[in-house]
């Protein structure tokens, strides 16, 4: 079992949908991420997170602690947030742990 | 947030050449890693270069394979040596001050072995 899971792992959505993505966690951690990966490869990190929740324009991230859960929301979704979003998590050293990803694809 | 430029941003090499791949940040960082992601896979943490000291690998990656150089605290490279079609990957640089401050990645070069 991976240490980072995530669900789904491919998401495909209409325009102007409320998006959920799901990441579960099995380690101590003091902060999580959410990454953000376009076809190119190259990553953009969208929040770092190590309680409560944090909101930035349509993208909100939530995070449990005792439930060792996170919660990345896109609302009134658009095409080009179409990407894989990653869930990372960091622990005592600074290395971090990798989820597989969540592919999604906004339809207009 | 630090900026890094990441160099090239992708190529396409022979087998059992080598391919070296830049990352210059815009300000001074600790922490610089490397991270390699297969097609479809995850990414994964190949080492921690240290400034004036040898890049810190981890399992399965070794300095023979990957050498890393890092002259100072804004620049480091990564080279794949005697490349085969299995190195076909993308390679990430990426700097921290720490799990509890964030990280900023490159822009990734996407490598492809024939």
């Known amino acids: 079992k991976n240490e980072v899971e995530q669900s789904p792992q491919n998401l495909t959505a209409q325009e102007g949908e409320f998006i959920t993505i799901n990441c579960s966690y099995s380690?101590?951690?003091?902060?999580l991420h959410w990454l953000q990966q376009h076809p190119g490869g190259g990553i953009v990190s969208l929040f770092m997170?190590?309680?409560g929740k944090k909101k930035h324009g349509r993208l909100i991230a939530t995070i449990n602690i005792q439930e060792k859960h996170s919660s990345l929301h896109i609302t009134a979704s658009h095409p080009r947030d179409s990407a894989v979003y990653i869930c990372a998590v960091g622990g005592a050293t600074n290395k971090l742990i990798f989820g597989t990803g969540t592919l999604l694809a906004v339809q207009p | 947030s630090a900026v890094i430029s990441q160099k090239p941003s992708r190529d396409i090499c022979q087998r059992g050449t080598s391919l070296t791949i830049q990352c210059q940040v815009d300000?001074?960082?600790?922490?610089m890693f490397w991270y390699r992601q297969q097609p479809g896979q995850s990414l994964t943490l190949i080492a921690t270069a240290n400034q004036g000291s040898e890049a810190t690998y981890e399992s399965g990656f070794v300095i023979d394979k990957f050498p890393i150089s890092r002259p100072n605290l804004t620049f480091s490279t990564l080279t794949v040596s005697n490349m085969s079609p299995e190195d076909s990957s993308i390679y990430l640089c990426s700097v921290g001050v720490g799990s509890q401050y964030g990280y900023t990645f490159g822009s990734g070069t996407r490598l492809t072995v024939v």
């Open positions: 300000s001074q960082v600790t922490m």
């Open positions: 997170l190590s309680s």
């Open positions: 380690v101590g951690i003091s902060a």
